[in-house]
């Protein structure tokens, strides 16, 4: 089956920032795809190459089979991370306008209540809370019902119930054959919506897969967190690798610990080796590893590894300045 979407090899720099190095990505028909990586990695200015919004400096973009700057805008929709609607008009008649770009669009009624806003129809954009003018901006990339949906950060400052309003109305996208391409920070949602996911780091893929296959990759093992001050050394005598929990880049926290590779049947035996040895914890938590857990670590390899061409450059740059003066 030909991919509705397919980036190869794509670069784009602007000055000295390199923002695409050799992106790849490949999103089967009816897919839903995240992109998920942290600030700066290049996702916006993925999703911008792949759009038609900018014109990457090497490397090939096709969308539904064309170049994206030639596909019929009829077929694509397209939330960008920032938008900013006119806000003198209704939630309605915003709709109604979008729509009205398109030959054959879909009744603003009925994408006004796909995302939860039907109360809210008569309501200047300006007068919405944010969540509700995300969600009208979510409906005004959908008025067209596009083959292939692009969403960047959709449901970044919506509560918890819009944002599962959200949710559910990606999930019906997807059931009815849309092909999404979602860029979100949020891991749950990626776990819950992604049939696979593409980590970005500088540029390019680092890893990608189904979200299970990534944490099975790169989630590391399961844990037990015990909230305590007491210091890991104190568990040494455990027959579990037990230390400070990571929270990426290298910062740990100083009231908790976790315990490495252990069964929840096991979980007993730390209880009665804290209450043996009259260790003061104020809870325990057992966790699977899961999509935060992948983040975490392959963002973390990726900046360190960042960290060391940065200074390796910067040495080389000394070695050149001191081979010119010498
Ligand atoms: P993300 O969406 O993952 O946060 P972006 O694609 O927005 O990443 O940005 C990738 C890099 O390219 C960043 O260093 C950013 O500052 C830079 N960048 C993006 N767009 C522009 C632009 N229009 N002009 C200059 N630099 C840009």
Redesign the pocket.
Known sequence: MEAVVEATDLE?R??E????SGASVSVEPGEVFSLI????????????ALTGT?EPDGGRARILGESPSAVDRGRLGVLP?EFSPPARLSARELLVYYAGLYDDARDPDDVLADVGLVDAGDTWYEDLSGGQQRRVCVGSALVNDPDLLFL?EPTTGIDPAGRRTVWRLIEDLADGGTTVVL?THDMAEAERLADRVGL?AD?TIVAQGTPEALVRDHGGSSRLTVETAADPDVFADLEYAVERPDRGRGRTVDDAVVVRDIDPAAIGAVVDYLEARDIGYTGLSWAEPDLEDVYLTLADVAERERTDRLERGADESDLARAGETA
């Open positions: 784009k602007y000055g920032t390199t923002a695409l990586g942290p600030n700066g990695a290049g996702k916006t200015t993925l999703v911008r900018t991370q960047d860029t970005l540029g």
